[in-house]
């Protein structure tokens, strides 16, 4: 796990260097524990100026840096407004696409496990009545010399609610 920390410091140095060295006349000297710049230029101009400015920004620690508060998503690590943008717009995508999507699939799917079937089965009894003219519901659903209830004698005493 060192190892990998300490190769992605490397990298970041490289990267931020890289963006130091698009000045005339610099050549990047690099090894796994040390960076430098070299100029071939022996004149004193504002780009080996920043250049040294820019050196000694890379002298100091991490927590006296100016980049210190930069937070950076890995998308791309020259533009920081273009990071956030694309940083933001894949959250935002990753939330539509697991959350809100699929709900509305669940909410609209159709009824897959038929439970609606009574409500469509009673709708389709209801207009065939109505085409034969007969009654919705019908009051001999049951004959009633079919349905055996008890005498009487049987029932007695038992009080009977309806």
Not at 11 to 37: D, P, T
Not at 41 to 70: C, G, H, V
Not at 84 to 93: E, L, M
Request: proline letters at 5%.
């Amino acid at each position: 796990m060192n190892r990998l920390c300490s190769m992605a410091k490397y990298f970041r140095n490289l990267s931020e260097i890289s963006k130091i060295c698009n000045a005339k006349n610099l050549i990047v000297v690099g090894s796994r524990n040390q960076l430098r710049l070299v100029s071939s230029d022996t004149k004193a101009s504002p780009t080996n100026q920043q250049t040294i400015a820019s050196q000694n920004e890379l002298d100091k620690p991490q927590w006296e840096r100016s980049d210190r508060y930069k937070i950076f998503y890995g998308f791309d690590a020259n533009d920081e407004a273009k990071d956030k943008v694309v940083a933001h717009f894949f959250t935002f995508t990753a939330f539509l696409g697991f959350f809100f999507v699929p709900f509305l699939m669940f909410y609209y799917y159709p009824d897959y496990k038929t439970n609606d079937w009574c409500y469509r089965e009673a709708y389709l009894e209801i207009s065939r009545r109505e085409k034969a003219g007969l009654p919705l519901v019908d009051p001999d659903y049951v004959p009633s010399e079919q349905i055996n209830l008890p005498s009487e004698e049987d029932i007695g005493d038992t009080e009977i609610i309806l």
